[in-house]
Each structure stands twice: as structure tokens, then as C-alpha cells.
């Protein structure tokens, strides 16, 4: 098989999404390009996308089975990483790849996090493990531009940008993994000023870094439980005196992923500095969290952009029968599902990025704006804010648990070949199995659907009956066929809806039945108990949050088809949407009839319940 020259320019999909982002309205909230023409920047976000997409398919990828062999070390307590890891990172750093978000005033070339994005989507496309410390370099420097308080930051920042330097999030402990309720690293407040943590952290994703982002509990259970007693710090792994502020306490054996350091970190009276307010810490994690989100959504997206390829190009060589094995319906159909998963997966993650470019822009912007200025950014910051939070859960979960599906497929084409290492289908498979795990499970990033998706149901229900009584009047009237599928997925939608709704207050329908309209919204926030109501929608909050996702992007390809300046880009972007549709449509149908057929089954009485469930929606009011 040929393999490419570039990775970006030989991606038409990946061109159309960065020539058509919104950058006008990204850029016109960053000083140093709002007087630039849009036109201009474009074109040069293209020629460090052509640049990059270079370096990576002729440096990187004929070396990335080598990199995959190559597994860090511990010596004398210090980490001995992957020689081609160090390498390929000092690579891109030299390019300019490692700075593309960084601000001017720090040496970079100050772009959008979307143009960051492409790059990482480009790298997991060559290696996953890669791309994995690219991601986690970009997230440091989100991080550090956002906090304030950080000693040196500007110079940290620069090392950032040159390669030497990482950072690394540090939540897990052995008996805190999604649950970060039952964190124990305690964090204790000097007379000097500053902090000292003592604790344990485990499965730390570039546990060696330099820099440390530390989750730990700043005030005793008793004064504060679970999530409240929580506070964010940064940590670095050495001082000014060069003394080591962490121990790392071992490595971690791992199926895949091998060349990334992934450790355990002992923190022992480690030197800390607070980020934020005291007591903050959960919802500034969760905050961080989204962007790691996002990039293991685009890690995902370019690993089935990777395993598509493979498996096209095998099927159009390998001939069976008296013919391409491409042209056996069978595989054909396997080819046509992964490409058009594969395009709305990318339109989704644009998507996402967008508003989180926006957030992070107004964030920024609100720091240095008048009194009369606020009002304004925070109204639009509240809009990108609720948008991010929305998406976010969506393309982490969907883009990950696809690029399990799409890899596991790609294995299948090949027949025995996919499982070789020749074809290295099989490390992305491997690798691919993490992401759904990774930054938060699938299952997690399903509840949070479910909750968000009922607090809309909840707080506003009579929106919820006009958006109800408005998809059945577009199951009559709407006449394109692609908007009448869109509609069919957006009954399938609310029908989850009403089926969570109705069985969460199947105990309180007889007193609910006397209240008035009016009162309707009340009786619902005060009628009822998730712990003992909300059965059916944790059952099937992952049926319901693959429906969500199949909406929202089927939602984006129709945008994007409108948006599409000339005939022929519009007459392709429908046919990318209606593909999406034939294939979607009727996966949203089968969840729905699934939960249907499930809950005829008995359920059990109290159902468990996360604590973030009943907070803040959920808590009764009197």
C-alpha cells in the first residue's frame, strides 16, 4: 500500500472543515489578528497544517511501529522516556507545531485551538501514543494561560512551546477513580504562604512532566465532604534550587500506548501553589476537563481516519473471488460506514471546538474588561460556555467508542493480515481501547448527557411541549427528505425523553394529574427522588446518549451543507449529510426500540445514583 506524502493535504474532509470554520467571529476576540483579513490568516493556518501534514507522513509514520516498541524506564528515580518520542516532539517544536496556541508575547503564533486540534487529529492519524503527548502539552498550556499566580509562567509557557517541557493532570488515586468524592491527597496551608501536599496518585499520563496539576482536598470531610473540600494546585517537579518536589513511585505495564509514561506519583509534602479559590477545585477540574476531552475526541477522530484508510486501500487491492474485495457488498457496506462515520465525527468535533475557542477567548477577555464591557462578555460566554458543555460529553463519547468499532472493522477487512503487525491496524485497535476509557468513561460522559439533557426537560417543561409539538408538526409538513429524516431522529429523541420523564414520576402521576399547568414545573422539581425515580434513564442513558450524538451531528452536516458557498460544495455536503442519515436514522430507531423492549423488564428499587446527579438540578426545593 502507498502511503501518503501529506496528511493534510491529501485530506479533502479535513481541508473543507478549517477553510469553513467561523473564523471571524474566533478572531475578532483576539487582539493580535482583529485587524488581520480573515483571508490572510486562513491561508497561513494552511501552510502550517501543509508543513506539519508533511513532517509527520514522511518523518513520523514509517517509524511509529519502531516508536511503539520503545517503552520508558525508571532509573535512580528518574524517567528515561522514548528516544523517538523525545525526538518527534523536539520535531514538531521546531516547526512550530508545539507553539501554534501559544500568544505572541510568549513566541508563538498565536492561533486558534482548533488549528492546535488539526495538528493533534493529523499526529494520532500517524501514532496514537504520540499524539497522546501532544494533547497533553496543549492542555498545560490552556492551563497556564487561564490561571494566574504561577511563578514564572511566561517562562514556563516558553518551555512549553520549545518542547522541553510538560505538564500533567494528576485526579486518580486507588480508591478515586470517577468517583473523585473519595480523594484523600490533603493539601495543607504553610505559614509562609504556600501549600504542601502529601498523597498518592496513580495511572498519571506524563507523570514525568516538569509541571503538575493537582487535584487534593484542602479542608477536612468534616468541615466539607465529597466534592466541596476540594481545591485544584499547580505543583512543580522540581524547585528553584533544583530540589525534586515529587516522587515518582513507578511505571505502569499497559497493553498499548507503550512509549507514553504513565505513573505512579508520590506527593510528600510536596510544595504547591492554590489555582482559583479554596473549595473550587471540582468545577475548575471539570472545566480542564473539557478541553482533554476534546482532544481525545480528535486523538479518536484521527485514528478512524487512519484505520479507514487502511482498510480502503487493502479491500480496492486484494482481490477474491475474480474481484476487489472492496466490491463484495458485504465490505462495501463495512468502506461506506466508516468514511461517512468517520465525516460526521469530524463535523461534530469542529463543532465543539468552535465554542470552545469562543469560551476560551471571552474567559480571556473578560480579565482585562471594563464594568460596562462584562455584561456583554458574559452573556456571550454563558452561550459558548452551555454549547461547550453540551457537545463536549458527545464527541468524547461517540468519537472514542467509534474508533473502537471503526479499528475492530478495519481488523475484520484485512481478514488474518489485520492481525500482523505489517499493517499496524492491530496497535491502533489496542490503543483505541483506552480512549473510551480515558478522561472520564463513556458511561460518565452519558450521565452527564442525561442530566444536562433533563435539566432542560425539568427547569423549562413547557419549552420541552412546544419542541415536542413542533417535531410532530414536522413528522406532517417538512418536504425535504433529509430535513423529514432529521425530524423522524428528532421524535426519536424526545420519545427517549418522555419515556425517562414519565418513569421518574410513575409514583407521583396521581397527585401530579390535580396540579395545574402553572404549577406543573414545581410539582416536578419537588415531586420526586432520582435515587428511587430516574430507573429508566440510567439504565439507558448510553442508548439515549448515542441517539444525542447521531442527532447533533446529523444537526451539523445539514449546517454545513447550508453554509457551503458554491453548488457543487452544497450538492457534496448533502450527500455527506444523507449518507450520514440512511446509515443514523435507523440506529436511533433500534436504541429506541431496545429501551422500548428493556423496560417491560422489572426494575429494582433504588437504582444507584451519582452524587453530581443531585447537584445542583436535582436538589428538592421547598
Same mark, same amino acid.
Given at each position: ?15 473543507? /472543515? ?52 520503545? !517503552? ?14 523525545? @525526538? ?61 499566580? !504561577? ?6 509557557? @516558553? ?62 470531610? @468534616? ?14 517537579? *522540581? ?93 462495501? =457496506? ?11 465525527? %469530524? ?20 480579565? +482585562?474588561?471594563?464594568? =460596562? ?10 452561550? /459558548? ?10 464527541? @468524547? ?46 458511561? !460518565? ?12 426537560? *425539568? ?28 425530524? %423522524? ?7 427517549? &425523553?418522555?419515556? *425517562? ?79 450520514? &442519515? ?6 436511533? %430507531? ?7 423492549? +428493556? ?8 437504582? !444507584? ?14
Amino acid at each position: 500500500m502507498r502511503s501518503s506524502d501529506n496528511f493534510f493535504s491529501d485530506d479533502e474532509d479535513l481541508g473543507f /472543515h478549517i477553510q469553513y470554520y467561523p473564523w471571524d467571529e474566533v478572531l475578532s476576540l483576539m487582539p493580535h489578528w482583529e485587524k488581520e483579513d480573515t483571508s490572510s490568516v486562513i491561508n497561513d493556518a494552511s501552510a502550517i497544517l501543509d508543513a506539519v501534514g508533511a513532517l509527520i507522513a514522511k518523518e513520523f509514520n514509517p517509524h511509529t511501529d519502531e516508536l511503539s516498541e520503545q !517503552i520508558p524506564h525508571l532509573e535512580n528515580g528518574n524517567v528515561q522516556q522514548a528516544p523517538l518520542m523525545q @525526538k518527534m516532539i523536539s520535531q514538531l517544536a521546531e516547526l512550530g507545531a508545539m507553539s501554534t496556541t501559544v500568544p505572541p508575547q510568549n513566541g508563538g503564533m498565536g492561533m486558534p485551538i482548533m488549528l492546535g486540534h488539526a495538528i493533534l487529529q493529523m499526529i494520532a492519524r500517524a501514532d496514537i501514543s504520540l499524539s497522546n503527548v501532544f494533547a497533553y502539552s496543549m492542555g498545560g498550556l490552556k492551563i497556564l494561560q487561564t490561571f494566574q499566580g !504561577i511563578d514564572n509562567v511566561d517562562e514556563i509557557i @516558553k518551555s512549553f512551546a520549545a518542547g522541553k517541557e510538560l505538564g500533567a493532570m494528576a485526579l486518580t488515586e486507588p480508591q478515586a477513580g470517577s468517583d473523585l468524592s473519595q480523594i484523600r491527597t490533603r493539601a495543607t496551608k504553610m505559614p509562609e504562604g504556600h501549600w504542601n501536599l502529601r498523597g498518592q496518585k496513580i495511572w498519571i499520563t506524563c507523570g514525568h512532566a516538569e509541571h503538575h496539576f493537582v487535584l487534593a482536598r484542602s479542608r477536612p470531610e @468534616k468541615e466539607a465532604e465529597g466534592l466541596q473540600g476540594l481545591s485544584l494546585f499547580y505543583v512543580p517537579a *522540581f524547585l528553584k534550587d533544583g530540589t525534586r518536589n515529587i516522587e515518582i513511585g513507578g511505571l505502569e505495564k499497559k497493553i498499548g500506548h507503550h512509549p507514553v509514561v504513565t505513573a505512579s506519583i508520590n506527593y510528600n509534602d510536596s510544595v504547591a501553589t492554590l489555582l482559583g479559590k479554596e473549595g473550587e477545585g471540582f468545577s475548575l477540574m471539570l472545566h480542564l476537563m473539557n478541553h482533554a476531552r476534546v482532544a481525545t475526541a480528535s486523538m479518536a477522530l484521527g485514528g478512524c481516519e487512519r484505520v479507514l484508510r487502511i482498510a480502503s486501500s487493502y479491500a480496492k487491492e486484494r482481490v477474491t473471488m475474480g474481484q476487489p474485495i472492496a466490491e463484495h457488498p458485504m465490505i462495501a =457496506e463495512y468502506l461506506d460506514d466508516m468514511e461517512i462515520t468517520t465525516q460526521g465525527l %469530524r463535523a461534530l468535533v469542529f463543532e465543539c471546538l468552535f465554542h470552545e475557542d469562543m469560551e476560551f477567548c471571552l474567559r480571556l477577555k473578560l480579565k +482585562d474588561a471594563s464594568e =460596562e464591557e462584562k455584561t456583554s462578555i458574559n452573556k456571550q460566554l454563558k452561550h /459558548h460556555y452551555w454549547q461547550a458543555r453540551l457537545l463536549t460529553p458527545l464527541v @468524547k463519547y461517540f468519537a472514542s467508542e467509534e474508533f473502537v468499532r471503526l479499528s475492530r472493522m478495519s481488523i475484520q477487512i484485512l481478514g488474518g493480515v489485520g492481525y500482523m503487525k505489517e499493517y499496524s491496524v492491530g496497535r491502533f485497535h489496542t490503543d483505541s481501547l483506552l480512549l473510551p476509557i480515558y478522561e472520564g468513561t463513556s458511561q !460518565i460522559q452519558s450521565l452527564m448527557v442525561l442530566k444536562d439533557r433533563l435539566k432542560f426537560v *425539568f427547569r423549562a417543561p413547557s419549552k420541552f411541549v412546544q419542541e415536542m409539538a413542533k417535531v410532530q408538526y414536522g413528522l406532517l409538513s417538512e418536504m425535504d427528505p433529509l430535513q423529514r429524516k432529521l425530524v %423522524r431522529m428528532r421524535h426519536i429523541y424526545t420519545q427517549f &425523553l418522555q419515556a *425517562f420523564i414519565l418513569d421518574a414520576l410513575s409514583d407521583q402521576m396521581k397527585s401530579l394529574a390535580s396540579s395545574s399547568f402553572r404549577t406543573l414545573s414545581t410539582a416536578w422539581k419537588t415531586g420526586w427522588d432520582p435515587k428511587k425515580s430516574l430507573h429508566l434513564g440510567l439504565k439507558h442513558a448510553e442508548r439515549f446518549t448515542k441517539v444525542v450524538s447521531y442527532l447533533s451531528t446529523a444537526e451539523i452536516l445539514l449546517k454545513r451543507a447550508e453554509q457551503a458557498q458554491t453548488n457543487e460544495e452544497k450538492e457534496h455536503r448533502r450527500y455527506v449529510a444523507e449518507r450520514f &442519515l440512511n446509515i443514523y436514522e435507523v440506529r436511533s %430507531r433500534n436504541a429506541l426500540e431496545e429501551m422500548k423492549s +428493556d423496560s417491560k423488564n422489572s426494575k429494582t428499587s433504588r437504582p !444507584i445514583v451519582p452524587k453530581f446527579f443531585s447537584q445542583p438540578l436535582f436538589r428538592k426545593t421547598t
